[in-house]
Nanobody, 122 residues
Framework: QAQLVESGGGLVQAGGSLRLSCEAS????????VAWYRQAPGKQREWVAR???????DYADSVKGRFTISRDNAGKIVYLQMNSLKPEDTAVYFC????????????????WGQGTQVTVSS
């Protein structure tokens, strides 16, 4: 089975930092497009960042200059380094991977899993 597991969330003060990890397991191999999303309480899920196989990156305007997406050399773990965190960054964070022509979660059965909770206090 193809699986994605997020980790690294927690409670931090405004201005602090966290590094999230997205680890692929099972049949996912090689280097794929990976994206991070987040969903704040009472709001729709929003796109945060993406990284391409060639390591080109893009970010939502709300996080540009503060967040950095990267991957390990094998492409199995993707990170989201979050600096200068703000209370409005509070959300559950999810990752997604483009695998066999589809986004595993966005184009899947609607199950985005548990994600990892990020809470930023003011």
């Amino acid at each position: 089975q193809a699986q994605l597991v997020e980790s690294g969330g927690g409670l931090v003060q405004a201005g602090g930092s966290l590094r999230l990890s997205c680890e692929a397991s099972g049949r996912i191999s090689g280097i794929n497009h990976v994206a991070w999303y987040r969903q704040a309480p009472g709001k729709q899920r929003e796109w945060v960042a993406r990284i391409a196989p060639g390591r080109n990156t893009d970010y939502a305007d709300s996080v540009k200059g503060r967040f950095t997406i990267s991957r390990d050399n094998a492409g199995k773990i993707v990170y989201l380094q979050m600096n200068s965190l703000k209370p409005e960054d509070t959300a559950v964070y999810f990752c997604d991977v483009f695998y066999w022509g589809r986004w595993l979660r966005r184009d899947g059965d609607g199950n985005w899993g548990q994600g990892t909770q990020v809470t930023v206090s003011s």
